[in-house]
């Protein structure tokens, strides 16, 4: 009797489906000049569950890249307005990190000038300086790094604007989550710490 239960044991070991592997969620933005993909930090929750959430909706994929400056950033999602921001959907609190500074490929949230340096839910930008912009540390949150795509990025910033820095061609944005794994996120150049 111990042999069939030892068997049957084994059958069940042989036949159970494997633990699924750990993924993580991953910023993707695809452009016709190509795909950028940034990790999303933990460090700042309310500004990552935001960003999926939206992106999870695609509330981003009818917007555009509305502002690129070369050598400062690539901004998209809702424009700017001189009384603030266009159909933001809500407002967040700041959640500014010592350890997470504005350094190039940094992916952070816009805001207008509003006292409490709450960011607008839906606007991002990308640093495109290679110096970074750390003028920009403490005031505006950061909550994602590129790690793929930053030739893309530059070649948004370099393209022709006008006066307000809006690209004469529109960008289109497709913002999507991918859920990786840590070997999906190594092909991609990416190494979990």
């Known amino acids: 009797m111990p042999n069939i239960l030892l068997f049957i044991a084994s059958l069940f070991t042989l036949f159970a489906s494997p633990k699924p592997e750990k993924t993580y969620p991953i910023g993707q933005i695809k452009t016709d000049k190509g795909e950028i993909l940034f990790w999303l930090y933990d460090e700042t929750p309310n500004h990552k569950a935001s960003f999926m959430k939206l992106a999870n909706q695609n509330y981003w994929d009818t917007l555009t890249f509305n502002r690129v400056i070369n050598n400062f950033v690539a901004q998209g999602g809702c424009p700017d307005t001189p009384a603030g921001f266009a159909d933001s959907p809500y407002l967040l609190k700041p959640e500014f990190r010592p350890t997470i500074r504005h350094i190039y490929g940094a992916v952070g949230a816009g805001r207008d000038n509003n006292p409490k340096m709450l960011s607008a839910g839906c606007q991002f930008y990308i640093v495109q300086n290679k110096k970074g912009e750390h003028r920009l540390d403490d005031k505006f949150t950061v909550f994602g790094q590129v790690f793929k795509g930053m030739d893309v990025v530059d070649a948004i910033v370099a393209v022709k604007t ?32």
């Open 162 to 193: 006008d006066s307000t820095d809006t690209p004469l061609s529109p960008i289109k944005l497709d913002v999507n989550v991918l859920n990786l794994t840590a070997a999906e996120l190594a092909k991609q150049g990416y190494t979990i710490k």
